[in-house]
């Protein structure tokens, strides 16, 4: 069975960090490239963040970048999202998915493979 589990969600102060993990499972995460988006209530689903299959080229919305850096441990299937100076509004559930295209900075996910997500909440 083809899935994603995110985790490492939780709930922080403004200016906290955390480091969410995605780990796949039922197939090879190496030959993908991979993204991170997040929704939050009533808004529609943003794109935060993606790495290419061979770790060489990274992209970051606006929104995130200097804050959150993407990385990947294709050894362990896992692809991380650490998160630093978190905002009120950085609060969200947020996914992973991989990326069928080449154009990273589109960020058009593969809809099929989606997870269940981890909450963000950053509040004081």
């Known amino acids: 069975q083809v899935q994603f589990v995110e985790s490492g969600g939780g709930l922080v102060q403004p200016g906290g960090s955390l480091r969410l993990s995605c780990e796949a499972s039922?197939?090879?995460?190496?030959?993908?490239?991979v993204g991170w988006f997040r929704q939050a209530p009533g808004k529609e689903r943003e794109g935060l963040s993606a790495?290419?299959?061979?770790?060489?080229?990274?992209y970051y919305a606006d929104s995130v970048k200097g804050r959150f850096t993407i990385s990947r441990d294709n050894a362990k299937n896992t692809v991380y999202l650490q998160m630093n100076s978190l905002k009120p509004e950085d609060t969200a559930l947020y996914f992973c998915?991989?990326?069928?295209?080449?154009?990273?900075?589109?960020?058009?996910?593969?809809?099929?493979?989606w997870g269940q997500g981890t909450q963000v909440t950053v509040s004081s």
């Open positions: 039922g197939f090879v995460l190496k030959y993908h490239h």
């Open positions: 790495i290419s299959r061979s770790e060489d080229t990274t």
């Open positions: 998915a991989t990326i069928p295209g080449d154009d990273l900075a589109a960020m058009i996910p593969n809809y099929d493979w």
